[in-house]
């Protein structure tokens, strides 16, 4: 399996589209997996989904689809969040993939991969004063692996497992002045207990940045996270910038780049999005993200869809931001 099959999809167009900005950016209702400290910024209880819309490439979808995690999966995010707390579903890894039994043999002669992993989470935060906030998830994950084994296209052998697991979130968020500071560790710890394999420890992440309040609704964002996979032996280190602009009083502009060298197009996201808040609260949201894959351009779209339930207090199209 890649390195990445832990590694998810889109949980947010919003995070998204301010260049994967999470650790101090404004809350979202995906806040459980991407930073519970940010989950006391929602006013209003409300159902949340991020789904994958489509891509555009020279490369075949097969290509496009074996660099990505989820194997361009429709649902990427779902969550129910409150005030008080949240609960999700978050796919973390799609593999299906048709492997050759030996280098220079038969066409026919190979084995077929098939493998996905799911978590399922609640997560809570508490505010620290009126200095800032704090959260924990917890997310229990369940996932299966199965080999095909074929010969002369003909399946002669198969074997299966499945894996239960758990894995540890904690977020923290402090406001100076103008500027807010967040702080995210995923998978710290995570682990896989398969049946018939060995132990999996899941790739931890660590997220830290900042966000600027230029101007009252006009946010900068940046920051920096380091991936560490193979138990810590192989990490990848991201610089993450990214801006939010208010048009008027229902819209939200952003734009954004990550990557581990934005000197390099094929090292480099380039990221954009809009959202609308309607009069009841609902909101809709798009982002794109535009990177590079064997000199040929991909840009994937992604919608989420926030309707909200029950009373709210006062709304404010940066309701997730606190500065004292």
Do not use: C
Request: glycine share 12%; proline share 5%.
């Amino acid at each position: 399996m890649p390195e990445t099959a832990f590694d998810g999809g889109i949980l947010s167009a919003e995070t998204l589209g301010r260049g994967q900005n999470s650790a101090s950016a404004q809350g979202t209702p995906a806040s459980g997996a991407e930073n519970p400290a940010a989950i006391n910024s929602s006013n209003q209880s409300s159902a949340y989904t991020t789904v994958f819309v489509g891509n555009s490439s020279n490369l075949s979808k097969t290509q496009v689809r074996n660099i990505d995690p989820l194997e361009d999966n429709i649902v990427q995010f779902l969550s129910l969040t409150s005030e008080q707390g949240s609960i999700f579903f978050e796919p973390l890894g799609r593999f299906n993939q048709r492997q050759p039994l030996f280098s220079n043999g038969p066409s026919g002669d190979f084995r077929n991969v098939d493998f996905s992993a799911n978590a399922i989470g609640l997560a809570g935060s508490t505010s620290l004063g009126k200095r800032g906030s704090i959260g924990l998830s917890l997310s229990y994950l369940y996932s299966s692996l199965g080999y095909g084994t074929y010969q002369s296209n003909t399946l002669t052998d198969f074997k299966s497992d499945t894996g239960d697991g758990v894995r540890l979130g904690f977020g923290a968020r402090y406001p100076t002045g103008p500027f807010l500071w967040g702080l995210v560790l995923n998978n710290f710890p995570g682990f896989l207990w398969w049946q018939h394999h060995s132990q999996e420890i899941l790739p931890v992440t660590i997220q830290i940045g900042e966000t600027w309040r230029i101007y009252p609704g006009f946010l900068f964002s940046i920051s920096g996270e380091t991936r560490y996979y193979d138990e810590g032996s192989d990490r990848k280190d991201y610089l993450k910038i990214g801006q939010e602009i208010p048009l008027g009083k229902t819209l939200i502009l952003r734009f954004g780049t990550f990557g581990t060298n934005l000197n390099n197009p094929e090292e480099r996201h380039l990221t954009g999005g809009l959202t609308f808040q309607g009069s009841s609260g609902a909101e809709i949201s798009y982002a794109f993200d535009a990177f590079q894959f064997e000199n040929e351009k991909i840009k994937k779209s992604y919608l989420s869809l926030r309707l909200p339930f029950g009373e709210s207090g006062p709304e404010s199209i940066n309701r997730g931001i606190s500065y004292h």
